[in-house]
């Protein structure tokens, strides 16, 4: 059973241009988390996704950001005119409501971003 | 507001002793907590949970303790490993409403064990 999987692992943009980041949950799970890590700081939550619709995205920045998680396909998280301050690891996490560790969330290994 | 607060970002510690991790948080209404353990390169992965109808948790090496009274768990570790060595993130869960699960974390405490 393969785990999260997240690409790229690794992505430079200059400022200005677009970063895309997609995230494939774990076979049947159809929700899905965005967290952010600063350097020096822990896991912030972005934006919480079931299969095409948006649940939360309370922690995402109004402008620039956007999610989705289509029926088909992976999650996209997109980030437009990044900045040096969206320089980040982003992490998606993945999730079965109602498994039994009901709070279990299944991390990716990650896209760190840099943005020159 | 950091409602979940680790206030040591490092601890050293000797293999076969023990490792002590502690973690605060302000949220009354949190009600499980969850300590991940991530190295360099990975994403987090779980370790232990506790649910704050408990004060404590065993699996193994790794014990976790909860005071509900005075807002504070802690993460055991006997004997630690140099493969323990890592980041260790306790974090809670929102329990209900439209962000079911959506974590809260602490900053992170860097492990360090010496063989």
């Known amino acids: 059973n393969a785990g999260v999987m997240q690409n790229p692992r690794h992505l430079v943009r200059r400022r200005g241009q677009e970063a895309r980041l997609r995230c494939s949950p774990m076979k049947g799970h159809s929700h899905v988390y965005w967290y952010r890590q600063l350097p020096e700081e822990g896991l912030k939550f972005m934006v919480y996704l079931q299969k095409e619709n948006i649940i939360d995205e309370s922690g995402m920045p109004k402008e620039r950001f956007s999610a989705e998680f289509p029926k088909e396909g992976p999650s996209i998280l997109r980030i437009q005119q990044v900045v040096r301050g969206d320089s980040a690891a982003y992490f998606c996490?993945?999730?079965?409501?109602?498994?039994?560790?009901?709070?279990?969330?299944?991390f990716g290994p990650g896209t760190r971003l840099t943005v020159l | 507001d950091q409602q979940v607060k680790q206030n040591s970002p490092s601890l050293s510690v000797q293999e076969g002793r023990i490792s002590i991790l502690n973690c605060d948080y302000t949220?009354?209404?949190?009600?499980?907590f969850l300590w991940y353990k991530k190295y360099p390169a990975e994403g987090p992965t779980f370790l232990i949970s506790i649910s704050s109808i408990k004060d404590k948790n065993e699996d193994g090496r790794f014990t976790v303790f909860l005071n509900k009274s005075a807002k504070h768990l802690s993460l055991h570790i006997v004997p630690s490993q140099p493969g323990d060595s890592a980041v260790y993130f306790c974090a809670a869960p929102d329990a209900g409403g439209t962000s079911y699960g959506k974590l809260t974390f602490g900053q992170g405490t860097i492990l360090t064990v010496h063989p």
């Open positions: 996490a993945s999730f079965l409501r109602g498994a039994p560790l009901d709070n279990e969330q299944f």
């Open positions: 949220n009354s209404m949190f009600d499980y």
